[in-house]
């Protein structure tokens, strides 16, 4: 089993816990707001950078996505700009979850609210070349809409 080890940020609420799979089929680990000094306002349309507290140590080779929580966004319009995220292996810092309020009214984020997802991923670097042709497919070159309509 692949581990990643985590640290309190300072002034963290270190009470919220680890992030936790919802169930034992959860492909993602839910991560929650900490913000001991009160809640955030995010007005419609707007956005904020939102603190889980956290530092993660991720072993090389993988990476952690960060994803929306389907529930919000379906009942309030809550978002994730640059869905998913990318935590890269050799990041040290707080993890924090960008949030954009698609919705019609301001959204309160309160302390210790589920605002995302995580998804540990592998991630491996691999190398490029130069090469004079490209093996072909029946799909070849076709872009956006070429394997059909829904």
């Known amino acids: 089993m692949t581990v990643i080890k985590c640290t309190w940020a300072a002034g963290a609420d270190q009470t919220l816990g680890m992030p936790v799979y919802a169930t034992t089929g959860a492909a993602g680990a839910d991560l929650r707001a900490n913000l001991p000094d009160g809640p955030v ?5 707007a956005r904020a950078l939102v603190s889980t507290g956290l530092h993660m140590e991720i072993p090389q080779g993988f990476e952690v996505q960060i994803r929306p929580r389907s529930g919000l966004a379906l009942k309030h319009g809550i978002m994730l700009p640059n869905s998913p995220g990318t935590i890269d292996s050799d990041y040290r810092g ?3 979850v960008i949030v954009l309020n698609a919705g019609a009214v301001p959204f309160e984020i309160t302390h210790g609210m589920r605002i995302a997802q995580m998804v540990v991923a592998a991630a491996p670097q691999v190398s490029f070349e130069i090469a004079r042709m490209l093996d072909t497919t029946d799909r070849a070159s076709g872009g956006f809409g070429s394997t059909g309509e829904s």
């Open 94 to 96: 707080v993890v924090g």
């Open 41 to 45: 306002f995010i007005e419609p349309m």
